[in-house]
């Protein structure tokens, strides 16, 4: 029977962010733009991380960590968003719908938990000072990392427990630019109240834990800090301010739309464009614009790979050639 049904919807239809024809091509432009951001900011910060033997930190690791999954938060779906702004019908397959929802749970699951490894990590660097480098090892760090892999993987997968078998076999318009699981499930040919009960508990949990955690952390962290009047105090505070920020900016939309699922549609698209687009594009900049190490490290990247002189060099040539 659920065969059956599976078979009376083998695609969803994307009404996306807006039906506005004479959008469609500002908004390609402006979110090709913010993409392209997105990917050189991240990727950036890794190779800094990598190519920097002072940046060979637990913090440092954690952090290019954080920028790889905001790669891939903001990969899951922007790349169809941007091709779908070119055409009228957006459409996606049921398979690749499903698959949607299987990412978007599994990385922002596992940067919920990343970002609760990098609150434990400022713990120990601000109250543990002397046993840092001991409780933060590189294996430890490993197995951080790992765990907020597995956890968004088991998250992810108990989701889409709740979707993968229900039967879908009339409307199939989503309204939003991607499968967003809330609103699949209002889709299915039967009373959802239950799943939708689920699905919301299985996020709760997971969000308000995570930022429960964090609350804990910080409001520690912070106490000690302000006990504390030192230079490297100074710093840890700038380092803090980041984080918090960074965490704010994540988990503010996941929890409004998962915690508290009874807002309009409207505000569900901002909030979804808010953490898959613009906290993967401003946590660069925050990490980058806050942190001394981190420009100086770029900035000896820059000067290892575009000596002085090399750029405009290179414009000369191009220019040449073409007035050749």
């Known amino acids: 029977m659920n065969e059956t049904n599976h078979s009376r919807v083998t695609e969803f239809v994307l009404l996306g962010l807006s039906s506005s024809k004479e959008l469609q091509p500002f908004l390609f432009l402006i979110f090709s733009l913010l993409y392209l951001a997105i990917l050189l900011g991240n990727f950036l910060i890794i190779l800094t991380v990598t190519s920097d033997s002072r940046l060979h930190t637990p913090m440092y690791f954690l952090l290019a960590n954080l920028s790889f999954i905001d790669v891939c938060v903001a990969s899951f779906a922007t790349p169809k968003m941007i091709a779908d702004f070119l055409v009228e019908r957006k459409t996606i397959s049921f398979d690749a719908c499903l698959a949607q929802i299987f990412f978007v749970h599994l990385f922002t699951g596992s940067e919920m938990v990343l970002l609760v490894s990098m609150a434990y990590d400022r713990y120990v660097a601000i109250c543990k000072p002397l046993h840092y480098m001991t409780i933060m090892s590189r294996r ?6 790992l765990i907020s ?41 039967l009373d959802t109240y239950v799943v939708s009960l689920l699905i919301v508990a299985d ?35 700038s380092t803090l301010t980041a984080h918090i920020t960074v965490v704010t900016l994540f ?74």
Request: proline share 5%; charged share 15%; with cysteine.
């Open 149 to 189: 892999w597995c956890v968004g993987f088991i998250h992810t997968t108990s989701q889409l427990a709740f979707t993968v078998n229900l039967p879908f076999c009339g409307p199939n318009q989503v309204d939003s630019f991607f499968c967003d699981l809330p609103l699949v499930t209002k889709l299915a040919c």
């Open 203 to 237: 996020s709760g949990f997971l969000s308000m834990s995570s930022f429960l955690l964090l609350v804990v952390s910080y409001t520690v962290i912070l106490i000690t800090v302000r006990n504390r009047s030192s230079a490297s105090m100074a710093k840890a505070r």
């Open 140 to 145: 430890v760090c490993i197995i951080l990392v």
């Open 251 to 324: 988990f503010g939309p996941c929890i409004f739309i998962y915690v508290w699922p009874f807002s309009s549609y409207s505000v569900d698209k901002v909030l979804a464009v808010f953490y898959t687009i613009f906290t993967p594009i401003l946590n660069p900049v925050i990490y980058t614009l806050r942190n001394k190490e981190v420009k100086a490290a770029m900035s000896k990247l820059k000067n290892r790979y575009l000596k002085p002189g090399q750029v405009s060099a290179v414009i000369r040539n191009v220019l040449f050639l073409e007035t050749k």
